[in-house]
C-alpha cells in the first residue's frame, strides 16, 4: 500500500501535525482555560452577593408607616347620638344612644353602650294582625283567640339597651372621594354581655311567671314581659374621621336575650308562662358623633 501512494502522485498524504493525536494537549489546555475563567467570574458575581446578604438591611425593624397619626391609643372616646331598631316584630323603637370608651392600644379598646327608647312606633306587621282579629263588640270568637285590643296589650315595648363590650380593630386605613376629600377609617368588631329592659304596652298586664293563675280565663293565655334580661352583645362598628379629634361612629348591634315579644301562647300549652320566653335576636343600627380626649393624637416613630 505504501509503495501504490508513493508511486501515485494524486494521493495526498497527511501531515503528521493534523493527525488527531498531536492535537490533545492544546485542546485540553484550552478548556482548563475556559473553566478557570468562568470560575472567576462566579467568584467576583457571588462573593459580594453573599457579603450583602449578610449584612443588615437599615429597615429591618423598621415599621410599615413612620409618622403615623395614631387616631385610637390611649385616648377617651365620648359620643351621642341616634339609632332604630330594624327587626321587630311590633313595635320599632327609636333610640338616643350614648357611647364612652378607652382605647388602649390603637386595635384594643373597652366601652360602654347606651340607648333609650324616645319612641316606639307600630309596625306594618302589627296593623296587618290585629286588623285580622274579630273586634271587641263581637261575642262569638275562640277564647284562645285575642280581641283588638287584648291582643295590643301584652305585646312587648323595649325600654332601654346597655351594653360594655371589648372592641378590637383589625382594620385602618384612609379613603379619598373623586381624589379630593380625604379621611381615614377603621373597622372593628365588639362582644360582650347585653342587658336590655322590656315592658307591655298596657301596664296592666300580669306578669309573666312560672305558673299562670288565671286558669279558665282568657288570661290564660297572654301574659307582659317585663323587667331586664340578660343575654349577649355582639356586632361591628366603623368610625369615619372628619380630623384627628372628631368621627361618625356606626354600629350594628344585636342583643340576643330570652324574650317574648307577642306576650302569647307561642309553645301551644294553653298557658302563657315564663316558658313561652325564647332566644330573641334584637337587632339595632347606632350612628353616633363621637370626640376623642385628648384632642391631638400621638404620632408613631
Request: charged letters at 15%; proline letters at 7%.
Amino acid at each position: 500500500m505504501q509503495k501504490n501512494a508513493d508511486l501515485n502522485p494524486h494521493v495526498t498524504r497527511r501531515s503528521e501535525k493534523d493527525m488527531p493525536m498531536t492535537n490533545s494537549p492544546k485542546s485540553g489546555t484550552r478548556q482548563i482555560g475556559r473553566l478557570a475563567a468562568m470560575l472567576v467570574a462566579a467568584a467576583v458575581t457571588l462573593v459580594p452577593l453573599a457579603a450583602q446578604a449578610q449584612r443588615k438591611s437599615p429597615l429591618a425593624d423598621a415599621p410599615a408607616i413612620r409618622k403615623r397619626f395614631e387616631l385610637r391609643a390611649s385616648r377617651l372616646e365620648v359620643g351621642v347620638g341616634l339609632g332604630s331598631t330594624i327587626n321587630q316584630d311590633f313595635y320599632h323603637s327609636v333610640l338616643f344612644n350614648g357611647k364612652i370608651g378607652f382605647h388602649l392600644t390603637d386595635w384594643l379598646s373597652i366601652s360602654l353602650y347606651g340607648g333609650f327608647a324616645v319612641a316606639n312606633l307600630e309596625t306594618t306587621f302589627q296593623s296587618d294582625v290585629v286588623n285580622s282579629l274579630y273586634g271587641d263588640a263581637q261575642m262569638n270568637h275562640p277564647a284562645s283567640e285575642p280581641t283588638k285590643s287584648v291582643a295590643q296589650q301584652p305585646l312587648q315595648k323595649i325600654k332601654w339597651i346597655f351594653a360594655p363590650q371589648l372592641e378590637l380593630t383589625p382594620f385602618t386605613g384612609k379613603y379619598s372621594l373623586f381624589g379630593k376629600l380625604f379621611a381615614n377609617y377603621d373597622f372593628y368588631a365588639f362582644v360582650g354581655p347585653g342587658f336590655i329592659n322590656v315592658a307591655p304596652n298596657d301596664a296592666g298586664v300580669p306578669e309573666c311567671q312560672e305558673n299562670n293563675p288565671a286558669q279558665g280565663s282568657p288570661q290564660q293565655y297572654y301574659c307582659g314581659t317585663t323587667g331586664t334580661k340578660i343575654g349577649f352583645n355582639y356586632g361591628l362598628g366603623f368610625h369615619s374621621y372628619f380630623n384627628h379629634w372628631m368621627a361618625l361612629n356606626v354600629e350594628l348591634r344585636d342583643i340576643l336575650a330570652k324574650l317574648n315579644p307577642s306576650g302569647r301562647d307561642t309553645n301551644a300549652d294553653l298557658h302563657a308562662t315564663t316558658a313561652d320566653l325564647a332566644w330573641t335576636h334584637t337587632f339595632s343600627l347606632a350612628a353616633n358623633l363621637v370626640f376623642y380626649l385628648p384632642a391631638s393624637p400621638s404620632i408613631s416613630p
